[in-house]
Each structure stands twice: as structure tokens, then as C-alpha cells.
């Protein structure tokens, strides 16, 4: 069955970078474009950004434009998701949910990791 | 970009009783690219409908979905214990723009 295995926990300091991973396992990644979700504290799902697994392409939400690079390893099976110069605000839980087959580009979420907390804090 | 807006924000409610959560556009809809997802608590979001009104994998036949264009509708008909949590709409067919509503918690009263 498709399982999406998230890095643990980070606590990062403001200005910093943290970069979360993602392993799918159970079907080819290459054939599945890949999304990241966040949650903060309180609030409701947010859309970060896309990768084409297969190419490598990517597109972001125009908040994290400049800040979020999403990439992949295709030989581990493992996306990534880099958020860069943090702030308070982006502590939240990170998910990670498949999406369409390559290359059907709006699709539902179909699996979703358990999600990665980030927590910015001085 | 499409902004969706759910009601009601809280529906409290008890087990064996029918909920109704709603959905609603800023802008049509393309396609009836409209997805409800489950919430708990700890876990990972789980997908419920997709394509406004399709029951995905091994979701009961409690849950259904409803609606077109700008309005749509998540029914539960008789609630068990477990369904209560947080839900969500998104819309995936303004892609690459993917957008959530501000989600509805279905409470037990």
C-alpha cells in the first residue's frame, strides 16, 4: 500500500532554513506528482507547492515564492521541501500528499504523510 | 485564485444524527474539482469525496457529497463516534492552484 514517511521533528531559529523529507514507498514515485500541505497552530490546511517527480518541475504558491524549493531524490524515493529564512509563523505541522499521475495536473490528495512539525523559536 | 468558504465553522452534534457541512466558491468550480477531507487530531488528513460526489476507497456509504458550481455539500447521515473531527473542502481544478477552506469541526454534543 502507498506509505509516505516523514522526517521527525526540527526546532529552527528564526532567519534559519529547514528542510523536510518525505519517502514514498509502495508505488513508483516518478509517476506521481507530489504536494506539500502546512498546518499552523489553530488553523487550516494550506496549499505550498508542486513537484513533478518524474522532470523535476515545480510550481509554488505565490506566499512561499522565494522561500520554498521543493526537490527530489528519485534513486531513495524521497521528496524534499526547504523553507527558508523561517519566522515564528511558519511553525506548523508539514505534510506531504500525493497527488495526480503524471502528467493529470489537478488532482485530489490521495495518501498524505503523517506531517512534520516545525517549530521557529529563538 | 479560488477562495472557498465552509459553514457552519463548529456543528455540534450527537452520534446517530445527520450533519451537514457546506462548501462554497468565490468562483465556479471547473469540473466539479471538489475534494472533502477527514481530520483527526495526530493524524494525516484522509480523503472522503472527491470529484464533488464520488466516495473514495473504503469510505463508508454514510458519507456523501453533493453540489455543482459554486455550492457544495458534505451529508453525513447518521454520525458514529468516529466521525467526529475536523473536515475540509479543496478545490484542484483551478490548478496549479490548490486551495482549502477554513475547514468545519464536527463536535459530539
Known amino acids: 500500500q502507498v506509505q509516505l514517511v516523514q522526517s521527525g521533528a526540527e526546532v529552527e531559529k528564526p532567519g534559519a532554513s529547514v528542510k523536510v523529507s518525505c519517502k514514498a514507498s509502495?508505488?513508483?514515485?516518478?509517476?506521481?506528482?507530489m504536494h506539500w500541505v502546512r498546518q499552523a497552530p489553530g488553523q487550516g490546511l494550506e496549499w505550498m507547492g508542486i513537484?513533478?517527480?518524474?522532470?523535476?518541475?515545480?510550481s509554488y504558491a505565490q506566499k512561499f515564492q522565494g522561500r520554498v524549493t521543493m526537490s527530489r531524490d528519485t534513486s531513495t524515493s524521497t521528496v524534499y521541501m526547504e523553507l527558508s529564512s523561517l519566522r515564528s509563523e511558519d511553525t506548523a505541522v508539514y505534510y506531504c500528499?500525493?497527488?495526480?499521475?503524471?502528467?493529470?495536473?489537478?488532482?485530489?490528495?490521495?495518501?498524505w504523510g503523517l506531517g512534520t512539525l516545525v517549530t521557529v523559536s529563538s | 485564485e479560488i477562495v472557498l468558504t465552509q459553514s457552519p465553522g463548529t456543528l455540534s452534534l450527537s452520534p446517530g444524527e445527520r450533519a451537514t457541512l457546506s462548501c462554497r466558491a468565490s468562483?465556479?468550480?471547473?469540473?466539479?474539482?471538489l475534494a472533502w477531507y477527514q481530520h483527526k487530531p495526530g493524524q494525516a488528513p484522509s480523503l472522503l469525496i472527491y470529484?464533488?460526489?464520488s466516495r473514495a476507497t473504503g469510505i463508508p456509504d454514510r458519507f456523501s457529497g453533493s453540489g455543482s458550481g459554486t455550492d457544495f455539500t458534505l451529508t453525513i447521515s447518521r454520525l458514529e463516534p468516529e466521525d467526529f473531527a475536523m473536515y475540509y473542502c479543496?478545490?484542484?481544478?483551478?490548478?496549479?492552484?490548490?486551495?482549502f477552506g477554513q475547514g468545519t469541526k464536527l463536535e459530539i454534543k
Open positions: 500528499a500525493r497527488g495526480g499521475k503524471i502528467p493529470t495536473w489537478g488532482y485530489f490528495f490521495d495518501s
Open positions: 509502495g508505488y513508483t514515485l516518478t509517476t506521481y506528482y
Open positions: 513537484i513533478n517527480t518524474s522532470g523535476g518541475a515545480t
Open positions: 468562483q465556479s468550480v471547473s469540473s466539479n474539482s
Open positions: 470529484g464533488a460526489s
Open positions: 479543496q478545490q484542484y481544478g483551478s490548478s496549479p492552484r490548490y486551495t
